[in-house]
């Protein structure tokens, strides 16, 4: 395997411009979930194109524009049909986006494979995240709150494995992938994801009881925890360090969504399981 330089480290040298990086992400996007609408969609709209740039930049060196707009137009497809409530069919333009982002790069001497997983990687978390915040108009009013709980749980996770793996190092998580991670930090993201669920449970709007928040917590924390990592081992099959610098302190913003990917799906699993009648 490709011996990479270091990617950039999570330690207290960049905190505070990824702080700064923060202060300006953070309140768009808590602004964006609970205004909901047009203007939730606008972002994820624009979140999409960049994380799809930022794949077409990665995985097809010889025509990263082309592969680009070609999962950025699968991807969208799916994520406007999954708003319109046509869920069914943006699981099937997902699918069929897939197969036709695979013919484009094919048609342009890159790997199709690698366009095709693009729109698989990036297009669930999409529509998995509109459903979540549109069940304002399906599930009681409640998308716009469990939207801000995926993004308090997944934040705390985060948070919690920079602190305390920066504090406390140890043996390292998964070296051959992620050199920076760390055990100690594994297990403090874990705890700050339960803690931050289990807080959120005070809430009545949430209809959770303790366990079930502090077990949504742990799933949601596990999940961020393997998209990082799942993240990571894809950056080094393609022999980057980073997927892009768009933001400062974090690198690409696949970087900096990378465990939110796969924690959406966790928490739409939740949500509709708590809709059915768990965890109440």
């Not at 081992?233 to 990378?258: C, E, N, Q, W």
Request: charged share 10%; glycine share 10%.
């Amino acid at each position: 395997m490709t011996s990479l330089p270091p990617a950039r480290r999570f330690d207290w040298s960049n905190l505070g411009l990824r702080i700064a990086s923060a202060v300006v992400l953070v309140p768009g996007a808590l602004f964006a979930t609970w205004i909901g609408g047009w203007v939730f969609l606008v972002v994820i709209a624009v979140a999409v194109a960049l994380l799809s740039i930022e794949w077409g930049g990665m995985s097809a060196p010889y025509a990263p524009v082309r592969v680009s707009l070609a999962v950025t137009v699968a991807v969208l497809s799916a994520v406007f049909l999954a708003h319109q409530d046509h869920f069914g069919l943006a699981w099937l333009a997902m699918v069929v986006g897939a197969a036709a982002a695979a013919l484009v790069a094919r048609g342009v001497a890159e790997r199709p494979a690698d366009a095709a997983f693009g729109v698989l990687y990036i297009a669930p978390a999409c529509i998995c995240l509109v459903w979540l915040r549109d069940t304002d108009h399906t599930m009681s009013a409640q998308g716009h709150w469990w939207t801000l709980m995926l993004f308090a749980v997944t934040w705390a996770a985060d948070i919690g494995a920079f602190a305390v793996g920066s504090t406390l190092k140890g043996p390292k998580l998964w070296p051959r992938f992620s050199p920076n991670k760390t055990w100690s930090g594994f297990i403090g993201g874990l705890a700050a994801a339960m803690a931050t669920g289990t807080l959120m449970s005070a809430w009545s709007v949430f209809q959770l009881n303790l366990a079930a928040a502090a077990l949504i917590g742990l799933l949601v924390g596990l999940a961020t925890m393997a998209g990082d990592l799942w993240e990571s081992a894809i950056k080094r099959r393609f022999g980057v360090k980073d997927s892009g610098d768009l933001i400062p302190g974090h690198g690409g913003l696949l970087d900096r969504v990378d465990g939110l990917m796969f924690a959406v799906v966790v928490m739409s699993a939740a949500r509709l399981v708590n809709h059915w009648g768990w965890g109440h």
